[in-house]
T-cell receptor, first 113, second 112 residues
């Protein structure tokens, strides 16, 4: 069975500083991993995905994530935060045997001016 | 249509009434998911349909909740005898095998 843990429910960073949103997963099989973003009063939007190609995945808006099998992690990073990055971010794991998608509880990112 | 369509977009109902929420997935997508997002909470998995397999109902919070998917396409989530704690945004998503999920805009349910 797969599961996903987002280690921080809230993260606050200053504008222009790096962003790190942590995600650890558990999967008994080779997983697919995703990050979704949800801006206030908006629907969910795919940020990036990992499906066994390159372990460093680049997404939209300057975000990237690195798949580390040894650490069972898929942390989301961005070198320099922008005010428009304030949103809720969801880490997602999908077991490719049955395609069941499991969401993390989400991390709310706050950007300080 | 081009995306996942959910209806209604907003629903206000009285406590104790039954409601039906509809999801039209992207044509050809074999997998369909229902999630619930309560105020201040993360996404809560409800139910998952994959092709003709028996659905995974492990996330349904009580027997007042049920869902069906007719002809491998449209899905209806039914909540019987609604309670105030059922108030949430109900999200539907569909996907092809091993591809990421496309989400609808959700149905905001308010039980008064």
């Amino acid at each position: 069975a797969q599961s996903v843990t987002q280690l921080d429910s809230h993260v606050s960073v200053s504008e222009g500083t790096p962003v790190l949103l942590r995600c650890n997963y558990s999967s008994s099989y080779s997983p697919s991993l995703f990050w979704y973003v949800q801006h206030p009063n908006k629907g969910l939007q795919l940020l990036l995905k990992y499906t066994s190609a390159a372990t460093l995945v680049k997404g939209i808006n300057g975000f990237e994530a690195e798949f580390k099998k040894s650490e069972t992690s898929f942390h989301l990073t961005k070198p320099s935060a922008h005010m428009s990055d304030a949103a809720e971010y969801f880490c997602v794991v999908s077991d490719r045997r049955d395609d069941k998608i499991i969401f993390g509880k989400g991390t709310r990112l706050h950007i300080l001016p | 249509g081009a995306g996942v369509s959910q209806s209604p977009s907003n629903k206000v109902t009285e406590k104790g009434k039954d409601v039906e929420l509809r999801c039209d997935p992207i044509s050809g997508h074999t997998a369909l998911y229902w999630y619930r997002q309560s105020l201040g909470q993360g996404l809560e998995f409800l139910i998952y349909f994959q092709g003709n397999s028996a659905p995974d109902k492990s996330g349904l919070p009580s027997d007042r909740f049920s869902a069906e998917r007719t002809g491998g396409s449209v899905s209806t989530l039914t909540i019987q005898r609604t309670q105030q704690e059922d108030s949430a945004v109900y999200l539907c998503a569909s996907s092809e095998r091993v591809e990421y999920a496309f989400f609808g805009q959700g149905t905001r349910l308010t039980v008064v």
